[in-house]
C-alpha cells in the first residue's frame, strides 16, 4: 500500500477563503484531498462516503489557530448535502 504521507513531515497549502450563504457570512477554506482520501481509507470508505456521513468539527479561541476533527453524523443525509451543527 503506498504511503500518501511521509511521517514526521508537516504539509502546508494555502487556500482562499470562500463567502457563503445569502449574505456571505459564513467562510469556507479547503480541506487537501490527499488528507481527506488518507482520513477516509483508514477507515475503508471512500472520500464520498466519508463527507456524507461525518461533520467536520472546529475549535478554536483558547488557542492561536484552528483544530479540525472529524465526527461520525447520525443520520447522514442521502443526498451529501450540508449537516450543519452549533455547540454555541
Given at each position: 500500500m503506498e504511503t500518501l504521507f511521509e511521517p514526521g513531515t508537516?504539509?502546508?497549502?494555502?487556500?482562499?477563503?470562500?463567502?457563503?450563504?445569502?449574505d456571505g457570512g459564513t467562510k469556507?477554506?479547503?480541506?487537501?484531498?490527499?488528507?481527506?482520501?488518507?482520513?477516509?481509507?483508514?477507515i475503508g470508505l471512500s472520500v464520498d462516503d466519508f463527507c456524507r456521513t461525518h461533520l467536520a468539527v472546529v475549535q478554536y479561541n483558547s488557542f492561536p489557530g484552528i483544530y479540525v476533527e472529524f465526527?461520525?453524523?447520525?443520520?447522514?443525509?442521502?443526498?451529501?448535502?450540508?449537516?450543519?451543527?452549533?455547540?454555541?
Open positions: 508537516t504539509y502546508k497549502k494555502r487556500y482562499r477563503i470562500n463567502g457563503v450563504g445569502r469556507t477554506i479547503g480541506i487537501p484531498p490527499e488528507y481527506l482520501e488518507k482520513v477516509a481509507a483508514a465526527e461520525l453524523i447520525d443520520q447522514p443525509n442521502d443526498n451529501g448535502g450540508d449537516h450543519a451543527a452549533s455547540d454555541g
